[in-house]
């Protein structure tokens, strides 16, 4: 606080003065204590965060399988006569993480599979059929489990308190 107060003095502008204006947000954690889904919500997300890594690791460690799998696969070969090269392809390793990663989110992969299909032929189509059905449909369900899992947890506990207030009372 006291480095805040420092800039603002030390500061010609009263843009220093817009840090302060951030504490206004704070506020709405109040909401937290007089809400109670509210309250269940916030500690569904901060309970859920450590499984979230473990899923995120595990996602990572699928994009980078795949990535060097596509590399493989369909590396040098998106270029197409009278055509630029597509923006998304698998000839580097970063480009590869990125088009796995938009394969695995449902941005334009239709034009990545047609890419890899004339590239290589129907046989394109086999990794295609593996990463959606791996990486979009079983990891992102996996993770929509982890929070569900985590919220009846929450749920749970937050009627056995409840009950144990109304029990006292």
Sequence with gaps: V?????????????????????FRLLRVL????????LRTIFRVVVETT???????ALLFLFMFIFS????????????????????????TFPV?????????????WSFVLIDGMRAVGWSGA???????????LVLRNLLLVIILETYVIVRAQ???E???????H
């Design 68 to 91: 060097v799998f596509g590399m493989q696969i369909f590396g040098g070969k998106f270029f197409f006569e009278h055509q630029e090269r597509p923006q998304w392809n698998f000839d």
């Design 96 to 108: 590869a993480m990125m088009t796995a990663f938009q394969i695995l989110t449902y941005d334009m």
């Design 2 to 22: 006291t480095g805040l107060i420092e800039l603002a003095y030390k500061s010609n502008s009263m843009s220093a003065f817009r840090i302060f204006r951030m």
């Design 162 to 168: 409840e009950q144990a207030e109304d029990a006292v």
């Design 30 to 37: 109040r909401l937290i204590s007089f809400l109670k889904p």
């Design 126 to 136: 086999f990794y295609f059929f593996f990463w959606i059905t791996i990486g979009a």
């Design 158 to 160: 937050t009627l056995k």
């Design 50 to 56: 450590i499984g979230l890594g473990y899923i995120s």
